[in-house]
């Protein structure tokens, strides 16, 4: 069989348990397979292309660290229309006319990689996950390695809970794998990951930065979600003002207004009471006059950044670039996340830790 070893520009985390297949069929890649990380080390292409490593079990489940994945086939041949999700051909592989080109997998595979990672990170919250690959090696195995379990030493060994909360489980790498079929990019969850990184990295800064865009882009998004599917499928609550308008053609499209003028006028608060008051028949402001007012400081934060590099120490106002004020606001996103009924939990990188096994 052909293996093909992705070196991340990173590491990955993992945690897997005894339980979990030797390898996961990839739907969103027919054909090929993903090897359970636990068996890179009797890989020797692995050995050669990323950096891998058993750190401790823990509740049954062993921590793992490698610098990529492999990915596996038995195919002879690669058939690009086996593809049930469009996977544009790498740039660097383009030829002026596609019609010469001979498609090999390793030409989409960047791409590839580039999604699936970016799902990865998504569907386990590991914001340190590499998006970007930095080596893609092909090799051949006789037979898939076995899947032992490791045997434990009685010595302990800490790891930070985060690492624990956040490593790539089986059910993660399955959701990864659905999403990438079904297209599905939540940004507004993306961005928040973004500034749970910034906060991890100490870049209070770009933290508050990427907190206030996630909010505002959830926002926008919920709100023009509903307002589409009311207008597509009939507005039986009466809750828009829907007009038919005659477009060149004699073609008819249905919109409302009035909404479309909220939306064209909205700004980041707007977005939080009037617009889904209009919409949704409730507000931030009306239900939680406390996490909206946070929210209202969020937004003060942002604009302060963006015009002048940071708020002025001291005013209260906005948050600080400190990793108190960093975590509040963090908190005050995934607060309005939830009232906005997206339930997605995000673990926060804290000074806590967890214990476990050593390995021999």
Known sequence: MKIYAISLAGNIYWRIHRSDPLILNLKSLPGYFLINP???????????NFSFRNILIVNGTIIVLTGGFILGTSLEEFDPSSIPSPIKKAK???LDSEEKASFDIRDLLPTYVERFSSNLRQTSKQVTIPTSFSVISKGELLELPELNFPEVK?????????????????????????DFLALKSFVYERLLLDAIHAYKDKDYRRSLLYTAISVETLAATKSDEAYDLISQNGDADKVLRLVSFSQKGGTLITKDPVY??????????????????????KSLRVDNEALYQKATKLYTTRNKIAHLGEPHAGNPTTFAMTAEDALEAIECAMNIFQWFEVSTHFPIPKLSFVTGSSLS
Request: without cysteine; glycine residues 2%.
């Open 38 to 48: 636990l068996t890179y080390s009797e890989v020797e292409l692995a050995s050669k």
């Open 260 to 281: 479309e003028l909220l939306r064209r006028r909205s700004k980041f608060l707007e977005l939080l009471h009037e617009i889904p008051l209009y919409i949704f028949g």
């Open 92 to 94: 660097i592989f383009q």
């Open 154 to 178: 009685k010595s302990e060994v800490s790891i930070p809970r985060y690492t624990l909360d956040t490593a790539v489980t089986w059910e993660n790498l399955t959701d990864a794998d659905l």
